[in-house]
Nanobody
C-alpha cells in the first residue's frame, strides 16, 4: 500500500494550493482518510478528515472555513483545497488512510501514511 501526496509548494499569504493524495495497493473507499501537518520543530497536528463516502468531514479550528477536504473514490484519491493561506500554515502535509469506518482526528487511528509534501506560505 502506498499513499503519494503532491501539490505542495511556495505561495504568498492569501493564496491557494490544492494537495492531492493518491492511494495504490488497495482501496479505501469505505474508510476514513485524513490530512495532518507538521511545522518545523513542532509535533504533527490534525488538519482534516473525511468519511468513506465523503458525507462527513471534520476540520481543525485553525483551518475551518479556509480548507476543504474531498475525495474521489473512483480515482482512489483525496484532496485538500487550501484557500486564504497564512504563514502559520507552513508545514509538511501528510495524508493518511485508516482501515476503520468513520472520521478520526487522532493519528493513531490511521494505518497508512504518505511521505509528505511541503507547503511554504510567505508573508
Amino acid at each position: 500500500v502506498q499513499l503519494q501526496a503532491s501539490g505542495g509548494g511556495l505561495v504568498q499569504a492569501g493564496g491557494s494550493l490544492r494537495l492531492s493524495c493518491a492511494a495504490s495497493g488497495r482501496t479505501f473507499s469505505n474508510y476514513a482518510l485524513g490530512w495532518f501537518r507538521q511545522a518545523p520543530g513542532k509535533e504533527r497536528d490534525f488538519v482534516a478528515t473525511i468519511s468513506g463516502n465523503g458525507g462527513s468531514t471534520n476540520y481543525a479550528g485553525s483551518v475551518k472555513g479556509r480548507f476543504t477536504i474531498s475525495r474521489d473514490n473512483a480515482k482512489n484519491t483525496m484532496y485538500l483545497q487550501m484557500n486564504s493561506l497564512k504563514p502559520e500554515d507552513t508545514a509538511v502535509y501528510f495524508c493518511a488512510a485508516s482501515t476503520r469506518v468513520g472520521i478520526f482526528r487522532d493519528g493513531r487511528y490511521y494505518d497508512y501514511w504518505g511521505q509528505g509534501t511541503l507547503v511554504t506560505v510567505s508573508s
